[in-house]
């Protein structure tokens, strides 16, 4: 299964951006890159996923190197409510085809200063 | 639209005493479900998933168990609780199709045995 290297953890302040790396140099040509976030005492919510091209939705952005091998979450303008644990997964396609698994690692914990 | 319960939230057992944690999902057929625990400070590990009644996959040895008695039912169990069972369980549903294996989270149920 491919996987995928995070810090552990980050700081920002309110009101700034956020770029949230992630590393995954053995991704497959049919792995899509997902974001999770996990709010404290919470399970993880979906918040966004791409292939190649750069996503952006009402959460967040993603930006995807063009080898596939690294990408960034990037929150725009961090607030308080966005201090989570992020995570960074691949889809995983076991042998048997249509099962599917997320795998999390530990993710990014990020700190947002007021 | 499809959710996810989970329940209790919260639980204190002693060691050496059974175990049966709950979810159900609704709003979708045939979903594939998944069992995590999270210790604390760590990452979300995958402990069962299913793809249909009666259908467990394990991940890992482990002194829990899973059941699948009706398609959007998901059981975990265990016949004697260990003090390293202690953790955050979160149960799961994924929905495939096409790009994006999006997971529903429950809200968790926090163990503690004593």
């Known amino acids: 299964d491919a996987k995928t290297t995070q810090p552990n953890s980050m700081e920002s302040n309110e009101e700034e951006p956020v770029h949230l790396p992630c590393n995954h140099s053995?991704?497959?040509?049919?792995?899509?890159i997902h974001w999770y976030r996990q709010l404290p005492s919470q399970g993880p919510e979906y918040v966004i996923h791409?292939?190649?091209s750069n996503v952006n939705n009402r959460m967040a952005s993603l930006a995807i190197a063009e080898d596939r091998k690294s990408s960034t979450l990037i929150l725009h303008r961090a607030t308080l409510r966005d201090a989570a644990v992020y995570y960074c997964?691949?889809?995983?396609?076991?042998?048997?085809?249509?099962?599917?698994?997320?795998?999390f690692g530990k993710g990014t914990l990020l700190t947002v200063n007021p | 639209s499809q959710t996810i319960h989970q329940w209790p939230a919260t639980l204190v057992q002693p060691v050496g005493s059974p175990l049966s944690l709950e979810c159900t999902v609704e709003g979708t057929s045939n979903p594939n479900l998944y069992w995590y625990r999270q210790a604390a400070g760590r990452g979300l590990q995958l402990l069962f998933y299913s793809v249909g009644i009666g259908q467990i996959s394990s991940e890992v040895p482990q002194n829990l168990s899973a059941s699948r008695p009706q398609d959007r039912q998901f059981i975990l169990s265990s016949k004697k609780l260990l003090l390293s069972d202690s953790g955050f369980y979160l149960c799961?549903?994924?929905?495939?199709?096409?790009?994006?294996?999006?997971?529903?989270f429950g809200q968790g149920t926090r163990l503690t045995v004593v």
């Open positions: 799961a549903w994924i929905r495939i199709g096409g790009s994006n294996t999006e997971a529903f």
């Open positions: 791409g292939l190649t």
């Open positions: 053995t991704i497959s040509g049919t792995d899509y």
């Open positions: 997964i691949l889809r995983d396609r076991n042998s048997g085809g249509s099962n599917y698994k997320l795998t």
